[in-house]
C-alpha cells in the first residue's frame, strides 16, 4: 500500500504551481493530497494519507468496528498530540471516499433478477419474482426486555468501484500520466510483436474508429472475472465474482501488474452467477458507455492540461467456463463447437477430427483406421465476426433471475456487453486464459500416463468407444473367462510400475531456480507413483521445461515426440515477443500434434481443452502476447 501511494501520489504533492490547466475535480483532489501531505514534522516514511489509508486496510482485513476505529484514532491523537490524522472513523472514511477509492452499495434481488438501481432504487421488491428486497431482523433491546423492535438487512448488495475515477486518477500523477503514452511514442515498430498496439485488434479498432485513434491517451481496456471463495475452506460451497480491469495504455512490464488493476464490480455470492452476471455488470457497462459516448474530463499532471478521454474495453479474459457466462454462448457438449462427438460408452462429449483443419491434400484426412473411422472432408469452421453473431442473437430473448427456466440452443442471451457501441465491431472480443488450460492437459498427460484412477482417461469404456468407431483393433477389450470377464490390452504409452517410480522420481529430485514454481518435489507421492496437488503456475512450468525430460527418457518416440511437440508449442506460444511468421507456424504445428496425439490417445481423452488448442495461436495474432491475457 505505502508503495502505491508512494508512486502514484509523489509528484501530486509537490504540484503546487501548476493549476492553469486543471479542472475543478483535479484541483479538489490535489488540495486533498497537500493538506495530508506531513504526518507530523520531519516523519518521511508515511504521509498523513498513506497512514490513513494503511490504518483503514488494517481495520478491513480484521474486521474492527467502526467504534474501534474511532478509539484508535483518538488514542492515537493523545498519545501524540502533534500527529495529523483524522480524528474519527467518519472523517477516515470521507478522505477515502474524496480519493475516489470508495464504493456505491446496490441491492440485488437474491434470485439475480434485477438490480435495484435507477428507476427500481427505492422498490421493496423484485419485479420480476416478488421475492423481498429485505430480511427483517429482530433486535432485541438490552434495556427494556422482552420488547423488540425491527430492522432491515439487505439480502444481496453489489459494490461499484467507479470506473471513471480510478482512470482519472491514473492521469493525476505526472509519471505515470506521462507511461500513458508509452505505447505510441516508446513502444519499437518492427516485426516482433511485444504489446497489443502491435496486434490486430488494436489496428483494426483504431482503423474503425479514427477520431477514437487521434489521441493516444484514450484508455484501452481489457476485462476479467471468475468465481473465487474467499472463505479458504472447501467445505462452504461459496462464489463471490470479482471483476477487474487492466489499462493497455501501460508498457509491458506494468500492464499486468496487480497495483494497476482496476476493480470495477464485487458480485456476491453465495451461488454462482451464471448468464444471470448481465445484471450485475450494468453499472460498469453504463461507465464504459459515458466514457465512450459523451467521454470525460480528465487532468493530464504531466502536459498540464485538461482533456475529453475515451475508453474502450477491448476484450475480455477467463477461463472456458467464465467465457459461456461472459459471452453468452454454450460452452458444454455438443454445443461448445461444431467438431464434437458422443462417446456412448464413456456418456461424454469428445472433440476430435482436427483432421479437418488440415490442407485439403493431406493423406490423413483419407486414413480412417487411425482416427475416428471417417474419411475426412469437413473444412475447418469460420470464425464468427461480431456483427454476424449479433445478427444471430437478434431473436434471442433475455431473461434474468435463479427463476427462470434455462433456454435451449447455442446461444442463451444476448451478451450486455453489445450494448457497447463499438462492441460489434472488436475483432478479438473474448479471450481464453491459456494457463488454464494449461492446467487441464498437463492433469490429463499425467493422469493417463500414470494411471491415476480418478484422472485416466483410458478405462474399460474408452475401450469400447474404440469399438464402436472400428478403430485400432488391437485396443478393443477381450472377453475372457468364459465371456464373464474383459481383458483390457496395455495401450503404447501404458507404462510399468518401474518406468513410473522412473517418471516420478525425476519430477520428485528435480531442483528448480527460486522464483520459477513452488516445491514440485511436494506433490510427487514415490510409493503411490502418483502427481498431485500442484497448482496451476506449477502445471505451467512442468509443461514447459521439466516434463520433456521423463517423456524421452521413458516413452518410445512415436508418443514422445508430439508430447514434447507439445510442450514446445506452449514454450513458444508464451513468448514475450513474437513474430506473425511465428504464429502462422505455430498454427500449422499444434493441428499436426493434436493429429499425432488422435492416433495415440483414447477418444475420452479429447476434451474441451485439448480443442481449444487449435485457437490460441489466433488469439495471439489478435491480441498480442499471452502475458497481456
Known amino acids: 500500500m505505502d508503495a502505491l501511494l508512494n508512486d502514484r501520489f509523489r509528484d501530486v504533492a509537490q504540484a503546487e504551481g501548476i493549476k ?9 483532489f490535489y488540495n486533498l493530497v497537500e493538506e495530508a501531505s506531513k504526518l507530523y514534522p520531519d516523519c518521511n516514511g508515511f504521509s498523513m494519507l498513506s497512514f490513513t489509508i494503511q490504518l483503514y486496510l ?63 432504487e427505492k422498490d421493496t421488491s423484485c ?39 480510478w482512470l482519472q486518477r491514473l492521469f493525476m500523477c505526472s509519471a505515470t500520466a506521462k507511461i500513458m503514452r508509452w505505447h505510441d511514442e ?33 484508455m484501452r481496456l481489457g476485462l476479467s472475472s471468475d468465481g473465487f471463495n474467499p472463505y479458504r475452506t472447501m467445505s462452504i460451497s461459496h462464489s463471490t465474482w470479482p471483476v477487474v480491469l487492466m489499462a493497455y495504455n501501460f508498457p509491458p512490464w506494468m500492464s499486468i501488474k496487480q497495483e494497476y488493476f482496476m476493480l470495477s464490480l464485487l458480485i456476491p455470492g ?3 452467477l451464471g448468464n444471470d452476471i448481465d445484471i450485475y455488470l450494468q453499472p460498469l457497462i453504463e461507465d464504459l458507455k459515458k466514457l465512450w459516448e459523451v467521454r470525460v474530463k480528465t487532468y493530464d499532471a504531466s502536459k498540464n492540461e485538461t482533456f475529453q478521454m475515451y475508453a474502450a474495453l477491448m476484450w475480455t479474459i477467463s477461463d472456458f467456463l467464465a467465457y459461456a457466462i461472459l459471452s453468452g454462448w454454450s460452452t458444454k457438449g455438443k454445443l461448445a463447437c461444431p467438431c464434437s462427438n458422443y462417446l456412448k460408452y464413456s456418456r461424454k462429449t469428445c472433440y476430435m477430427g482436427h483432421c479437418a483443419f488440415l490442407p485439403e491434400d493431406h493423406p490423413w484426412r483419407a486414413n480412417k483406421r487411425s482416427f475416428n473411422g471417417k474419411v475426412e472432408h469437413r473444412q475447418a469452421p469460420p470464425l464468427l465476426s461480431g456483427t454476424e453473431t449479433l445478427s444471430q442473437l437478434e431473436y434471442v430473448n433475455n431473461s434474468f433471475g435463479k427463476l427462470k427456466p434455462k433456454k435451449d440452443g447455442p446461444w442463451k442471451k444476448r451478451s450486455i456487453f453489445f450494448d457497447l457501441p463499438y462492441w460489434q465491431y472488436n475483432t478479438s472480443r473474448h479471450n481464453l486464459d491459456v494457463m488454464h488450460i494449461e492446467k487441464n492437459i498437463v492433469d490429463s498427460i499425467l493422469g493417463t500416463l500414470l494411471d491415476i484412477s480418478s484422472k485416466t482417461k483410458d478405462h474399460t469404456n474408452a ?67 502418483r502427481i498431485s496437488g500442484y497448482k496451476t503456475h506449477d502445471a505451467h512450468f ?15 518416440d512415436q508418443i514422445a515426440v508430439p508430447l514434447i511437440g507439445l510442450g ?57 502476447p499471452v502475458q497481456f491475457r
Open 20 to 28: 492553469e490547466g486543471m479542472n475543478e475535480d483535479a484541483k479538489k
Open 270 to 272: 453465495p451461488k454462482s
Open 127 to 165: 419485479h420480476e419474482c416478488g421475492t423481498s428486497r429485505w430480511i427483517v431482523h429482530p433486535v432485541v433491546e438490552a434495556d427494556v426486555l422482552p420488547s423488540k423492535k425491527y430492522h432491515n438487512i439487505h439480502v444481496k448488495t453489489l459494490r461499484h468501484f467507479s470506473l471513471i475515477l
Open 542 to 556: 512442468m509443461l514447459h521445461y521439466l516434463l520433456q525430460i521423463p517423456f524421452k527418457g521413458i516413452l518410445p
Open 58 to 120: 488494517l481495520k478491513c482485513q480484521h474486521g474492527w468496528s467502526n467504534a474501534s476505529f474511532t478509539s484508535l484514532l483518538e488514542l492515537l491523537k493523545e498519545a501524540i498530540p502533534n500527529l495529523n490524522i483524522p480524528t474519527s472513523f467518519n472523517k477516515a472514511k470521507t478522505m477515502v471516499r474524496d480519493l475516489g477509492l470508495d464504493y456505491k452499495k446496490i441491492d440485488a434481488c437474491p434470485n439475480d433478477c434485477m438490480l435495484y438501481w435507477k428507476e427500481y
Open 463 to 529: 475401450g469400447y468407444d474404440l469399438q464402436e468407431m472400428g478403430t485400432r483393433k488391437n485396443l478393443h477389450p477381450k472377453k475372457t473367462n468364459g465371456r464373464k470377464n474383459v481383458k483390457l490390452v496395455k495401450a503404447c504409452y501404458s507404462m510399468t510400475n518401474a518406468e513410473k517410480s522412473i517418471f516420478c522420481d525425476v519430477l520428485k529430485t528435480t531442483k528448480l531456480p527460486d522464483g520459477s514454481a513452488s516445491n514440485i518435489s511436494r506433490c510427487v507421492n514415490l510409493l503411490e507413483r
Open 568 to 624: 514446445s508449442f506452449f514454450r513458444q506460444l508464451c513468448q514475450k515477443s513474437i513474430t506473425l511468421q511465428e504464429i502462422d507456424q505455430l498454427e500449422e504445428d499444434i493441428v499436426t500434434i493434436l493429429c499425432q496425439l488422435e492416433r495415440i490417445f483414447p477418444p475420452s481423452f479429447f476434451d474441451i481443452m485439448i480443442h481449444l488448442l487449435i485457437h490460441l495461436a489466433n488469439e495471439v495474432r489478435l491480441g498480442g
Open 186 to 218: 516508446e513502444c519499437r515498430k518492427n516485426e516482433k510483436l511485444r504489446h497489443p498496439t502491435d496486434e490486430q485488434s488494436w489496428k483494426d479498432f483504431d482503423n474503425h474508429h479514427t477520431n477514437y485513434a487521434l489521441d493516444p491517451r484514450n
